[in-house]
């Protein structure tokens, strides 16, 4: 993937998140964005558009939350053998779904559903992804079904057996392939718990309970280490800006990721939305974390530009200090296996001395 490209699907995954809340024209993603649209670097469906959309509707059908934590839970005793079939499940939008077999043929609209499938060792069943699967190497070089707005017809001829989507990004499609009858998994965690389970729960449609509970085993892992590693450290206040002017708030997988890393997120409101500078400096946050984007050549992040460039900002103690800190955005904004290594990134920057 070009370089011109992968911005452009940053700033795509962002448009996606934050087109529902404002109309904003985000540069979504991976190809020619500029630095003015709600984009932010090569990142997934999953970033801070996702949880906005999600936001401007009203928030996610806990029901259908719960229904998919209490199905991970069943899977989950399932995990050390094979999935018994037919088996039947339900989706984040209530949805029930019933297996006669594992699918043998798959199609993800969104990035963290591919990372899911590889990660479990189902990769050889995906057929197509959507234009912004990059993780791993080889589902770059799966067939393409678009991006936010996926080519449906596509999707059809390649007569998969599941279609795996986020009901946040993709419900309109979800809907358009439901109505065709193809068989659509749609999910939105908002928790790190939620994601776990819904790695399981993928993991029993495709008979791979026992793969996927080792890729669970790792995340909660990886949680308590951080947890142990941070319970009786101070809490720095933390100011999170993901996309060129936003934040992050309570009820998104981003805040809780922070809390559980040791941090104190400052973002006062619910979801995600567009910072006040001066509230900003009014709270001094003892650190700033901002996401990468992959830029042109000689170009410089432009989060970086607008948190130097703000004025007053250079009052903050974090900038003061120089505790201002870019981690990788992918695995932080997509709702998969890497949150984990998304996790421990941001428990360094807060607590190097205590996670090595």
């Known amino acids: 993937m070009n370089t011109v490209k992968r911005i452009s699907w940053t700033k795509y995954s962002l448009m996606l998140l934050l087109a529902a809340m404002l109309l904003l024209t985000a540069a979504c993603g991976n190809s020619n964005t500029n630095t003015n649209n709600t984009g932010g670097s090569g990142t997934s469906v999953e970033d801070p558009a996702t949880a906005t959309e999600t936001t401007a509707n009203g928030g996610t ?22 999935t018994v079939y037919p088996l039947t499940v339900k989706d984040a ?14 199609v993800t609209l969104v990035p963290s559903e591919t990372e899911i499938v590889y990660a479990i060792g189902a990769g050889e069943q995906v057929v197509a992804v959507d234009d912004f699967s990059n993780y791993p190497e080889d589902a770059a070089a799966k067939e393409k079904i678009g991006g936010m707005e996926a080519n449906v017809e596509k999707i059809v001829s390649l007569k998969p057996d599941l279609v795996l989507a986020s009901s946040g990004m993709n ?11 193809l068989t659509v998994y749609a999910s939105d965690p908002k928790t790190y718990d939620d994601v776990i389970a819904k790695i399981t729960q993928i993991g029993s449609i495709m008979d791979k309970t026992k793969e996927a509970a080792e890729v669970t085993g790792h995340m909660q892992d990886v949680r308590q280490q951080v947890t142990d590693a941070v319970k009786d450290a101070p809490k720095p206040k933390v100011f999170l800006e993901f996309s060129p002017g936003w934040t992050v708030g309570k009820g998104e997988f981003l ?6 890393a040791g941090g104190t997120n400052i973002a006062d409101q619910q979801g995600w939305y567009e910072i006040d500078p001066e509230s900003v400096v009014k709270t001094n946050p003892d650190v700033i974390i901002y996401a990468s984007m992959i830029v042109k050549e000689g170009e410089k992040n432009p989060i970086l530009t607008g948190i130097e460039g703000r004025p007053g900002w250079n009052t903050i103690a974090a900038i003061k200090d120089k505790k201002i800190y870019e981690v990788d955005q992918d695995p932080l904004v997509r709702v998969g296996p890497r949150l984990a290594e998304g996790l421990l990134e941001v428990a360094k920057k807060l607590h190097p001395d205590l996670i090595k």
């Open 61 to 82: 059908d806990q029901s259908g939350t719960e229904e998919a934590a209490d199905n991970g839970a069943a899977d989950a005793e399932t995990a050390a053998g094979a």
């Open 93 to 106: 939008t209530d949805t029930e779904l019933t297996f006669d077999q594992a699918p043998a043929r798959i």
């Open 171 to 181: 419900q309109p499609i979800v809907d358009k392939l439901r109505s065709l009858k």
């Open 255 to 260: 805040d809780e990721l922070l809390t559980i």
